[in-house]
Structures are given as C-alpha cells and as structure tokens.
C-alpha cells in the first residue's frame, strides 16, 4: 500500500465526486455535473462548485 499524506476520500459525497470528476479530466472525459450528483448523491448545485473548483485548478495547467 501507497503512503499517503491525506486521509482516503469516501466513495460518494462532495470529496468522493472532486476525485472523480479531477480523475475523468484527466482521462480526457469529463463527467457531467448532472452525472456526478447522481453518482455521488450530491444536489446538482455541489456537482457545480465541484466542477468550478477542478476549472480553476487546472486553468493555465493542463497537460502540454
């Protein structure tokens, strides 16, 4: 097992759905917001601010 510096981020919820959607950019598939509330059992207005927040974090930063 990896060493980790932060604690493993629950499946479902606000974090669970961040690590999702930060993993689906990368993957070059974005998910939905609609999607990632249901998937994560999030109200659509919390899958918003977590897409926004993952926008701003990889503005300027993405892959070369």
Known sequence: ????????????GED????AYRASVAAGEPLSARRLAARHDISRRQAGQV??????????HGPG
């Open 1 to 12: 097992a990896m060493a980790r510096t932060v604690p493993p981020v629950p499946p479902s």
């Open 16 to 19: 669970g759905a961040l690590a």
């Open 51 to 60: 897409v926004a927040t993952v926008s701003r974090e990889s503005n300027g």
